[in-house]
Protein backbone atom coordinates (compact mmCIF):
# COMPACT_ATOMS: atom_id res chain seq x y z
CA UNK A 1 0.00 0.00 0.00
CA UNK A 2 1.09 3.74 -1.23
CA UNK A 3 0.77 6.95 1.05
CA UNK A 4 1.67 9.93 -0.69
CA UNK A 5 1.35 13.65 -0.02
CA UNK A 6 0.82 15.36 -2.83
CA UNK A 7 -1.86 15.90 -5.59
CA UNK A 8 0.59 15.49 -8.27
CA UNK A 9 1.34 11.64 -6.83
CA UNK A 10 -2.52 10.82 -6.39
CA UNK A 11 -3.06 12.38 -9.99
CA UNK A 12 -0.24 10.49 -11.38
CA UNK A 13 -1.70 7.05 -9.64
CA UNK A 14 -4.93 6.99 -10.68
CA UNK A 15 -4.02 7.99 -14.15
CA UNK A 16 -2.23 4.63 -14.56
CA UNK A 17 -4.58 2.70 -12.83
CA UNK A 18 -7.15 4.23 -15.81
CA UNK A 19 -4.68 3.08 -18.65
CA UNK A 20 -5.38 -0.08 -16.65
CA UNK A 21 -8.99 0.10 -17.03
CA UNK A 22 -9.13 0.04 -13.55
CA UNK A 23 -12.18 1.74 -10.93
CA UNK A 24 -11.52 3.22 -8.46
CA UNK A 25 -13.34 3.78 -4.75
CA UNK A 26 -12.57 6.49 -2.47
CA UNK A 27 -13.03 6.90 1.06
CA UNK A 28 -13.17 10.37 2.28
CA UNK A 29 -11.63 10.22 6.16
CA UNK A 30 -10.38 12.68 8.74
CA UNK A 31 -8.28 9.70 9.57
CA UNK A 32 -7.43 7.95 13.57
CA UNK A 33 -9.35 5.29 11.44
CA UNK A 34 -11.61 2.67 13.30
CA UNK A 35 -13.76 -0.52 12.11
CA UNK A 36 -16.87 2.49 10.98
CA UNK A 37 -14.14 3.56 8.25
CA UNK A 38 -12.77 0.08 7.83
CA UNK A 39 -16.28 -0.86 6.58
CA UNK A 40 -16.22 1.61 4.16
CA UNK A 41 -12.88 0.61 2.80
CA UNK A 42 -14.10 -2.99 2.30
CA UNK A 43 -17.33 -1.97 1.14
CA UNK A 44 -15.09 0.13 -1.61
CA UNK A 45 -12.84 -2.83 -2.41
CA UNK A 46 -15.68 -3.74 -4.69
CA UNK A 47 -13.28 -1.40 -7.24
CA UNK A 48 -10.29 -2.61 -8.65
CA UNK A 49 -8.23 0.19 -6.63
CA UNK A 50 -9.58 1.87 -2.95
CA UNK A 51 -8.10 5.04 -2.13
CA UNK A 52 -8.43 6.58 1.16
CA UNK A 53 -8.14 10.36 2.35
CA UNK A 54 -6.79 11.67 5.71
CA UNK A 55 -7.18 14.76 6.00
CA UNK A 56 -8.28 16.85 9.39
CA UNK A 57 -10.03 19.59 7.19
CA UNK A 58 -9.74 23.22 9.49
CA UNK A 59 -12.14 24.87 7.03
CA UNK A 60 -15.33 22.26 8.53
CA UNK A 61 -14.28 23.32 12.19
CA UNK A 62 -15.78 26.48 14.10
CA UNK A 63 -13.63 28.71 15.79
CA UNK A 64 -14.41 27.08 19.40
CA UNK A 65 -14.51 23.39 17.75
CA UNK A 66 -11.33 20.81 18.51
CA UNK A 67 -9.65 21.48 15.52
CA UNK A 68 -6.27 21.40 17.43
CA UNK A 69 -7.09 18.52 19.43
CA UNK A 70 -8.56 16.18 16.84
CA UNK A 71 -7.33 13.12 17.22
CA UNK A 72 -4.16 12.42 14.74
CA UNK A 73 -2.30 8.91 14.04
CA UNK A 74 -1.11 8.29 10.69
CA UNK A 75 0.63 5.16 11.66
CA UNK A 76 -2.40 3.72 12.91
CA UNK A 77 -3.98 4.92 9.96
CA UNK A 78 -1.96 3.40 7.86
CA UNK A 79 -2.18 0.02 9.89
CA UNK A 80 -5.90 0.15 9.57
CA UNK A 81 -6.06 1.13 5.48
CA UNK A 82 -3.74 -2.64 5.50
CA UNK A 83 -6.10 -4.43 7.49
CA UNK A 84 -9.38 -3.22 5.65
CA UNK A 85 -7.44 -3.16 2.01
CA UNK A 86 -6.71 0.02 0.93
CA UNK A 87 -4.20 0.66 -2.06
CA UNK A 88 -3.27 4.09 -2.06
CA UNK A 89 -3.58 6.85 1.32
CA UNK A 90 -3.71 10.37 0.12
CA UNK A 91 -2.69 12.46 3.69
CA UNK A 92 -2.25 15.51 2.48
CA UNK A 93 -0.73 18.98 4.56
CA UNK A 94 -3.46 21.91 5.15
CA UNK A 95 -0.95 23.72 2.43
CA UNK A 96 -0.97 21.04 -0.09
CA UNK A 97 -5.00 21.76 0.12
CA UNK A 98 -5.09 25.05 0.71
CA UNK A 99 -2.91 27.09 -0.71
CA UNK A 100 -2.11 31.01 0.27
CA UNK A 101 -5.32 33.43 -0.95
CA UNK A 102 -7.26 30.33 -1.47
CA UNK A 103 -11.03 31.91 -2.31
CA UNK A 104 -13.09 29.44 -4.20
CA UNK A 105 -16.02 27.81 -1.94
CA UNK A 106 -18.46 25.10 -2.05
CA UNK A 107 -21.65 25.95 -0.40
CA UNK A 108 -25.45 24.81 0.10
CA UNK A 109 -28.80 25.53 0.91
CA UNK A 110 -31.60 23.73 2.36
CA UNK A 111 -30.03 20.48 3.18
CA UNK A 112 -27.57 22.45 5.95
CA UNK A 113 -30.13 24.75 7.40
CA UNK A 114 -30.79 22.23 9.94
CA UNK A 115 -29.78 19.74 12.45
CA UNK A 116 -25.48 19.88 12.61
CA UNK A 117 -26.16 22.80 10.02
CA UNK A 118 -27.80 25.08 12.48
CA UNK A 119 -25.56 24.59 15.25
CA UNK A 120 -21.86 24.64 13.42
CA UNK A 121 -22.99 27.30 10.71
CA UNK A 122 -19.71 26.80 8.57
CA UNK A 123 -19.30 23.15 9.00
CA UNK A 124 -21.02 22.22 5.72
CA UNK A 125 -19.35 24.74 3.81
CA UNK A 126 -16.07 23.36 4.64
CA UNK A 127 -17.41 19.61 3.77
CA UNK A 128 -18.62 20.78 0.66
CA UNK A 129 -15.46 22.50 -0.25
CA UNK A 130 -12.70 19.60 0.36
CA UNK A 131 -14.75 17.04 -1.14
CA UNK A 132 -15.29 19.01 -4.62
CA UNK A 133 -11.60 19.16 -3.84
CA UNK A 134 -11.27 15.39 -3.40
CA UNK A 135 -13.09 14.57 -5.93
CA UNK A 136 -11.35 16.62 -8.37
CA UNK A 137 -7.85 15.29 -7.49
CA UNK A 138 -9.10 11.43 -7.31
CA UNK A 139 -11.59 11.63 -10.03
CA UNK A 140 -12.95 8.15 -8.63
CA UNK A 141 -16.00 6.06 -9.88
CA UNK A 142 -17.74 6.15 -6.15
CA UNK A 143 -16.94 7.18 -2.91
CA UNK A 144 -18.40 5.98 0.32
CA UNK A 145 -19.88 7.66 3.00
CA UNK A 146 -21.03 6.43 6.63
CA UNK A 147 -24.70 6.89 7.43
CA UNK A 148 -24.40 7.98 10.59
CA UNK A 149 -22.98 11.29 9.25
CA UNK A 150 -26.84 10.96 7.34
CA UNK A 151 -26.86 15.28 7.10
CA UNK A 152 -23.64 14.99 5.48
CA UNK A 153 -24.31 11.46 3.34
CA UNK A 154 -27.69 13.84 1.94
CA UNK A 155 -25.98 16.66 1.13
CA UNK A 156 -22.78 15.22 -1.13
CA UNK A 157 -25.65 13.30 -3.00
CA UNK A 158 -27.57 16.39 -3.64
CA UNK A 159 -24.09 18.67 -4.27
CA UNK A 160 -23.13 15.46 -6.92
CA UNK A 161 -26.33 15.28 -8.66
CA UNK A 162 -26.82 19.26 -8.83
CA UNK A 163 -23.27 19.94 -9.94
CA UNK A 164 -23.08 17.04 -12.56
CA UNK A 165 -19.93 15.20 -10.81
CA UNK A 166 -20.03 12.21 -12.80
CA UNK A 167 -19.11 9.70 -9.54
CA UNK A 168 -21.59 7.17 -7.73
CA UNK A 169 -22.36 8.11 -4.13
CA UNK A 170 -22.98 5.14 -1.29
CA UNK A 171 -24.21 5.43 1.52
CA UNK A 172 -22.86 2.27 4.59
CA UNK A 173 -24.41 1.44 7.38
CA UNK A 174 -23.78 2.67 10.93
CA UNK A 175 -21.20 0.40 12.92
CA UNK A 176 -21.22 0.20 16.47
CA UNK A 177 -20.34 -1.28 19.60
CA UNK A 178 -21.29 -3.93 21.28
CA UNK A 179 -23.28 -2.23 23.16
CA UNK A 180 -24.53 -0.20 20.68
CA UNK A 181 -22.56 3.00 21.01
CA UNK A 182 -22.03 4.47 17.33
CA UNK A 183 -18.79 4.18 16.14
CA UNK A 184 -16.88 7.87 16.10
CA UNK A 185 -13.42 9.06 16.48
CA UNK A 186 -13.88 11.72 19.24
CA UNK A 187 -15.23 8.31 21.16
CA UNK A 188 -11.34 8.58 22.39
CA UNK A 189 -12.17 11.67 24.26
CA UNK A 190 -14.26 10.13 26.70
CA UNK A 191 -13.50 8.59 29.81
CA UNK A 192 -14.99 5.87 32.03
CA UNK A 193 -17.51 7.69 32.99
CA UNK A 194 -18.67 9.62 29.98
CA UNK A 195 -18.10 6.28 27.76
CA UNK A 196 -21.17 4.76 29.80
CA UNK A 197 -22.95 7.69 30.03
CA UNK A 198 -22.91 8.30 25.79
CA UNK A 199 -25.07 5.04 25.42
CA UNK A 200 -27.81 7.41 26.09
CA UNK A 201 -27.31 7.88 22.46
CA UNK A 202 -27.65 4.59 21.27
CA UNK A 203 -30.62 3.99 23.94
CA UNK A 204 -32.76 7.28 22.66
CA UNK A 205 -32.58 6.44 18.79
CA UNK A 206 -33.96 2.67 20.12
CA UNK A 207 -36.69 4.40 21.64
CA UNK A 208 -37.31 5.79 18.14
CA UNK A 209 -36.94 2.87 16.57
CA UNK A 210 -40.05 1.18 18.80
CA UNK A 211 -42.08 3.70 18.99
CA UNK A 212 -41.77 4.15 14.93
CA UNK A 213 -42.38 0.61 14.48
CA UNK A 214 -45.17 -0.14 17.07
CA UNK A 215 -47.19 3.06 14.71
CA UNK A 216 -46.26 5.76 16.40
CA UNK A 217 -46.18 8.89 13.45
CA UNK A 218 -46.29 12.03 15.79
CA UNK A 219 -43.05 13.75 15.60
CA UNK A 220 -43.21 15.37 18.72
CA UNK A 221 -44.35 11.90 20.48
CA UNK A 222 -40.82 10.74 19.62
CA UNK A 223 -39.00 13.75 20.35
CA UNK A 224 -40.32 13.58 23.70
CA UNK A 225 -39.58 10.25 24.69
CA UNK A 226 -35.90 10.43 23.72
CA UNK A 227 -35.75 13.32 25.42
CA UNK A 228 -36.78 12.02 28.54
CA UNK A 229 -34.13 9.15 28.06
CA UNK A 230 -30.95 11.68 27.55
CA UNK A 231 -31.87 14.08 30.36
CA UNK A 232 -31.86 11.65 32.61
CA UNK A 233 -28.33 11.05 32.31
CA UNK A 234 -26.39 13.97 34.07
CA UNK A 235 -23.56 14.47 32.06
CA UNK A 236 -25.81 14.35 28.64
CA UNK A 237 -26.95 17.96 27.01
CA UNK A 238 -28.68 17.83 24.37
CA UNK A 239 -27.72 19.80 20.85
CA UNK A 240 -30.80 18.60 19.04
CA UNK A 241 -32.92 15.63 18.94
CA UNK A 242 -35.42 15.82 15.70
CA UNK A 243 -37.36 14.10 13.13
CA UNK A 244 -36.38 15.42 9.48
CA UNK A 245 -37.57 14.52 6.16
CA UNK A 246 -35.13 12.69 4.10
CA UNK A 247 -35.06 15.03 1.13
CA UNK A 248 -34.92 18.02 2.90
CA UNK A 249 -33.79 17.56 6.14
CA UNK A 250 -36.38 19.83 7.54
CA UNK A 251 -38.40 19.01 10.39
CA UNK A 252 -41.53 16.89 9.52
CA UNK A 253 -44.74 17.15 12.47
CA UNK A 254 -45.72 13.50 11.12
CA UNK A 255 -43.79 10.64 9.55
CA UNK A 256 -45.57 10.28 6.55
CA UNK A 257 -42.92 8.85 4.24
CA UNK A 258 -39.27 8.26 4.54
CA UNK A 259 -37.56 10.15 7.91
CA UNK A 260 -34.44 10.95 9.42
CA UNK A 261 -34.84 10.40 13.27
CA UNK A 262 -31.45 12.75 14.27
CA UNK A 263 -29.56 13.82 17.58
CA UNK A 264 -26.46 15.05 18.95
CA UNK A 265 -25.51 15.30 22.09
CA UNK A 266 -22.72 16.74 24.33
CA UNK A 267 -20.95 13.82 26.74
CA UNK A 268 -18.99 15.95 28.52
CA UNK A 269 -17.07 17.95 26.62
CA UNK A 270 -17.22 15.73 23.69
CA UNK A 271 -20.16 15.99 21.06
CA UNK A 272 -21.63 12.76 19.27
CA UNK A 273 -24.21 12.25 17.12
CA UNK A 274 -26.46 9.08 16.57
CA UNK A 275 -29.76 8.50 14.09
CA UNK A 276 -32.34 5.82 12.92
CA UNK A 277 -33.66 6.28 9.31
CA UNK A 278 -37.51 5.24 8.54
CA UNK A 279 -37.63 4.42 5.27
CA UNK A 280 -41.31 4.04 5.26
CA UNK A 281 -43.96 1.62 4.43
Same mark, same amino acid.
Given at each position: ?????????????????????????????????????????????????????????????????? #?? /??? =???????? @???????? &? *????????????????????????????????????????????????????????????????????????????????????????????????????? #?? /??? =???????? @???????? &? *??????????????????????????????????????????????????????????????????????
Amino acid at each position: MLVVKTIREVREIVKQWRKEDLSVGFVPTMGYLHEGHQSLIRAAGENDRVVVSIFVNPMQFGPKED #LA /TYP =RDLEHDKE @KCIEAGAD &L *IFAPDVSEMYEDNFQAFVDMNLLTQELCGLTRPCHFRGVCTVVTKLFNIVKPDRAYFGKKDAQQLAIIKRMVADLNMDIEIIGCPIIREADGLARSSRNVY #LD /TQE =RKAALVLS @KAVNKASE &L *INSGERNSETIVSAMTQIISAEPLAKIDYVKVVSLDTMQQISEINNSALIALAVYIGKTRLIDNFFYEGE
